[in-house]
């Protein structure tokens, strides 16, 4: 009866250890997915300069349409990571002012999501024909 009391009381500390460093670790892992989208904007900037760079000399005219849809492929990979930033962020702040926030940032950020994939899946669409 008294180890299962010791264990108890041990699980009970385990719980209220984890759930006083949950906020903690939540705040990390929302920096990490921040700083993965960081990192994939920065990356995709440099990734369709420099195809656009070899493209140059070659097409003769500024490939505009290629610099923007090579960029828009990394610029919705990083608004997936930071939607996903925004959800870990409000498991543990679930006011209704943080539900709502995530509400219209999700809704937003879903669109633009939308509209570049659509705008990229028609670019390979013409490209395939051509």
């Not at 010791?6 to 699980?11: D, S, V």
């Not at 003769?60 to 608004?79: D, G, H, I, K, T």
């Not at 990571?81 to 006011?95: C, E, I, Y």
């Amino acid at each position: 009866m008294l180890k299962l009391i010791t264990e108890t009381t041990q699980t009970i500390k385990l719980v209220e250890y984890l759930e006083a460093n949950l906020h903690q670790w939540v705040l990390l892992f929302k920096l990490l997915l921040d700083f993965v989208s960081v990192v994939c904007v920065v990356y995709g900037f440099f990734v369709s300069v420099r195809s656009v760079i070899i493209a140059f000399p070659r097409s003769r005219s500024f490939p505009l349409a290629q610099l923007r849809l090579e960029f828009a492929s990394w610029l919705a990979l990083a608004l997936e990571f930071q939607l996903g930033a925004d959800v870990v962020a409000t498991t543990v702040a679930p006011s209704f002012e943080a539900l709502g926030k995530l509400g219209i940032i999700a809704v937003i950020r879903t669109f633009l999501n939308y509209f570049l994939t659509k705008e990229l899946d028609a670019k390979r669409s013409q490209d395939k024909v051509s």
